[in-house]
């Protein structure tokens, strides 16, 4: 693939998926100039670029690097509106990990 | 050495004011004495006494049967060194004992001789100088006649909890969690989350009358009953929300079918029961809930009792139905419930609940003891031993009401009421590998109803006969008309003409699913979402394109297309049925719904998650 692989985490997998390059969904609690916090699984702090634009309150899908501190420096970003069942979403996160195999090379 | 493994000193900072200084005191097991239950005890189980030694004091303790089998087992042996890990301090008749609820064997230290020479535990000040007449054995276990004991000092055991303040009018406070038939002189301090009416029975063998209350404190929840004297006695004293000291029940073992909580043990009130209410009504035990999502009661087996949380999205009005077998009255009133998962559920009330039930729409109501039963799909009811609680002030009631706030309100909800004739049960779901398989079951003379989710494949189109039929105009007759004159189209049921008929759907269909196809057949309304355009437009496309001999015909093959690739919840009715003499099995849509993707993906990872079942995994969903 010409793609890097962005794996979808959630807030608890960031540990082991420090330095990747990942995909999150989440809920945009709150903004910050250029940071915001959106919760996918549990509060992540992200630091955006310019051209994302959030909307508290909205789901959003985060691409981005996470860092050091476990802070994810957004690369890309797509709001998904708020008709956005997390439960769901969550479990499809839960799914790909426990079934990594198809999903993403580790 | 084992002597160093053993903490020294540990037994006697047990009954210390302030903490034991070890959470799990290593200690050695000097003697095991064995008792038998006593004639007309309801549990004839055995109980071992164990005088444990810190080298330094030695103490009589009880293990609870809980735990016999380290003894029966042989693991627990004279002299073995053993490390305390659930247990609690009593007085008894002026004595200090443990209760042992959990002990692990060291045995790499094998069995010793009793190490130093221990002394007993004195009484220190601590203890509360009580009035006691000692008779009979001095041992913790037999039913004590009349003794008081201290107040319980600071716990480390996780059940025991320390915002029980014995006062000296209520030594020897236990929690609710460690009450059991073997329990000698205790008092409880709970809250009474439920008190029921006052019920009277008649029946072959006696009648009186009875009532109940549920019992909460921070370490669980128990039911108590009075029965006529009884009942006369303490109903009145009783109030849901305040909190009492009782102490001096009979502590039997619950019959299930009367309560819906989950102790073991129940109560019943004697005539020389105390019940006396709190002075301090502050430190309530909160009444606690394990809360089912509404999303997931697809899954709960009906009769279940659960508690749930929700939005009131709508209450309907108190009606009164007669009960068939006893002839009384019964009101009752039915509640639309809603919460985050996108789901939403009836709830009946009951009673005086019903009748005065006034909660805003859109309130949070909390439900404990709440049946679950597939009536008309999945619905829920309150039970009389459940309670309901307005915008109760907890966690999940923020986020829920959090969540309405911001979502909600506006949010479509799959309904649990299934909404199809007789309202009892619910379809199965079916791949279509299994239709297939099951094919040859197939009746001619009764029909089976199933739902299956699959996309669209292709519409067959090969002449207008197989796309729709010219119906009569008027509405309501669906009758196939003839066009004996051109542009006079005659229906034989309305005896009449009509210049331009109605085309209909009639419409054969090939679907699949991941398991296989299936050629399905449907009428007008299922065609119209399908096709997503009234026949008479489609005919008249075809006739377009036909004139154009197929050269400009994109409309109608683009129509045609753009139906496949569709995927639909399909609701079927399989019948056999025989066409020139073969039986062959029919597939008709009853009704067609667009997905849900949240509901549907929540029901994909219910399914996903039954793999996982029996293997070993560190994620927890």
């Known amino acids: ?106 | 050495m084992a002597e160093q493994a053993i903490n020294q000193g540990s037994i006697r900072s047990i009954f210390e004011p302030e903490s034991p200084f070890t959470d799990r005191p290593v200690v050695q097991c000097v003697q095991i004495k064995t008792m038998e239950p006593k004639a007309g005890d309801a549990l004839r189980v055995q109980r071992f006494r164990v005088v444990l030694s810190d080298i330094r004091n030695y103490i009589q303790t009880m293990i609870a049967t809980d735990s016999n089998d380290i003894v029966t087992s042989g693991k627990l042996k004279k002299g073995s060194i053993v490390r305390l890990l659930k247990f609690g301090p009593q007085v008894v008749k002026d004595k200090k004992i443990l209760i042992i609820m959990k002990m692990e064997v060291l045995d790499e230290y094998g069995e010793l001789e009793k190490i130093g020479c221990p002394e007993p535990l004195d009484l220190k000040d601590e203890v509360k100088q009580q009035p006691a007449s000692i008779s009979g054995d001095q041992f913790y276990g037999n039913k004590p006649v009349q003794q008081q004991a201290p107040p319980q000092q600071q716990q480390r055991t996780v059940p025991v909890h320390q915002r029980n303040p014995g006062t000296p009018a209520h030594p020897h406070l236990y929690p609710i969690e460690a009450l059991s038939p073997y329990g000698n002189k205790w008092t409880i301090r709970a809250r009474c989350t439920h008190k029921g009416e006052i019920k009277t029975w008649n029946n072959a063998k006696s009648s009186g009358k009875l009532f109940s209350v549920n019992l909460l404190d921070d370490t669980g929840e128990i039911r108590a009953t009075g029965f006529t004297d009884a009942c006369d006695k303490f109903y009145d004293l009783f109030e849901e929300g305040t909190v009492y000291y009782i102490s001096s029940c009979e502590v039997k073992i619950a019959n299930k079918k009367f309560s819906t909580l989950t102790n073991d043990y129940e109560l019943t009130f004697k005539n020389d029961s105390e019940v006396e209410k709190a002075e301090d009504q502050d430190n309530k035990p909160q009444v606690r809930y394990n809360f089912t999502k509404i999303g997931d009661l697809g899954s709960i087996e009906k009769d279940t009792t659960i508690d749930t949380l929700g939005v009131l999205k709508n209450a309907g009005e108190v009606n009164t139905i007669q009960s068939k077998s006893t002839n009384k009255d019964f009101n009752k009133r039915e509640l639309l419930l809603a919460d985050d998962t996108q789901t939403s559920v009836r709830l009946t009330i009951w009673g005086n609940q019903a009748e005065t039930f006034d909660v805003p729409e859109g309130a949070i109501i909390a439900f404990k003891g709440v049946k679950v039963s597939d009536f008309g799909g999945k619905s829920l009811s309150l039970l009389s031993s459940g309670s309901m609680t307005v915008d109760p002030d907890i966690d999940e009631a923020h986020k829920l009401r959090g969540w309405f706030d911001a979502v909600g309100q506006n949010a479509q909800f799959n309904t649990h009421a299934s909404t199809f004739t007789g309202g009892s049960g619910q379809d199965a779901t079916k791949t279509i590998a299994q239709i297939i398989e099951e094919e040859a079951y197939l009746q001619s003379d009764s029909a089976s109803y199933f739902n299956i989710k699959a996309s669209i494949t292709y519409v067959k189109n090969t002449s207008t006969s197989t796309l729709a039929y010219p119906a009569c105009s008027t509405p309501k007759c669906n009758k196939k008309v003839t066009e004996n004159e051109p542009n006079l189209w005659w229906c034989e049921k309305c005896q009449m003409n009509s210049p331009k008929p109605q085309w209909r759907y009639i419409l054969s269909i090939m679907v699949a699913d991941h398991t296989g196809s299936i050629w399905l057949s449907s009428f007008d309304e299922p065609g119209q979402m399908i096709i997503g355009m009234p026949a008479n437009d489609l005919i008249a496309m075809q006739d377009q394109a036909n004139e154009d001999d197929n050269k400009n015909n994109t409309g109608f093959h683009e129509a045609v297309n753009n139906a496949t690739c569709k995927m639909f919840n399909f609701k079927v009715r399989a019948k056999m049925e025989m066409y020139q003499d073969q039986p062959k099995p029919r597939y008709q849509i009853q009704s067609l719904h667009s997905l849900n993707f949240a509901q549907e993906a929540n029901k994909l990872a219910q399914i996903l998650k039954q793999y996982d079942v029996n293997s070993d995994s560190l994620f927890v969903n």
């Open chain 1, 1 to 106: 693939m010409s793609e890097p692989q962005t794996p979808r985490i959630l807030a608890p997998h960031l540990q082991s998926f420090q330095h990747r390059l990942v995909r999150m969904l989440g809920k945009v609690v709150q903004l910050r100039g250029d940071r915001a916090i959106i919760d996918a699984g549990g509060n992540v702090d992200v630091i955006l670029n310019r051209d994302s634009h959030l909307a508290v309150g909205h789901a959003v899908e985060i691409i981005g690097k996470v860092d050091g501190n476990l802070h994810v420096k957004v690369v890309a970003a797509t709001d998904f509106g708020t008709e956005i069942d997390f439960n769901a979403a969550n479990a499809v996160v839960e799914a790909t990990h426990r079934h990594k195999e198809i999903f993403y090379e580790d």
